[in-house]
């Protein structure tokens, strides 16, 4: 059984910084694309970054130049960093992975349960 953990969220000021992690257990051959998602009440949950095994980064245009996402394939971890955070930035953030159980079998997606970043103004 796969699970994908993340910790780190908290209450912070506007202008603050946190770091999320994301890290998946269990019997996994092999974790490619991994991302983060967040959503806010009221609204559809949203892509905010992504990364490849080989270090391949997206971002949304609205936390472009404020949040860095990084990954250790070692440890089957990722991270999010968040700078100059903003109230906008509210919202319950999952992380999610595309995981091989073996050589052999498709890759499946995985999701975490969430943790809530809150930016206070």
């Known amino acids: 059984q796969v699970q994908l953990v993340e910790s780190g969220g908290g209450l912070v000021q506007a202008g603050g910084s946190l770091e999320l992690s994301c890290a998946a257990s269990?019997?996994?051959?092999?974790?490619?694309?991994m991302g983060w998602y967040r959503q806010a009440p009221g609204k559809q949950r949203e892509l905010v970054a992504t990364i490849t095994r080989g270090a391949t980064t997206n971002y949304a245009d609205s936390v472009k130049g404020r949040f860095t996402i990084s990954r250790d394939n070692a440890k089957n971890t990722m991270y999010l960093q968040m700078n100059s955070l903003k109230p906008e930035d509210t919202a319950v953030y999952y992380c999610n992975a595309e995981i091989l159980l073996t050589a052999f079998t498709p890759s499946r997606q995985y999701w975490g349960q969430g943790t809530q970043v809150t930016v206070s103004s």
């Open positions: 269990g019997s996994i051959f092999r974790a490619n694309a």
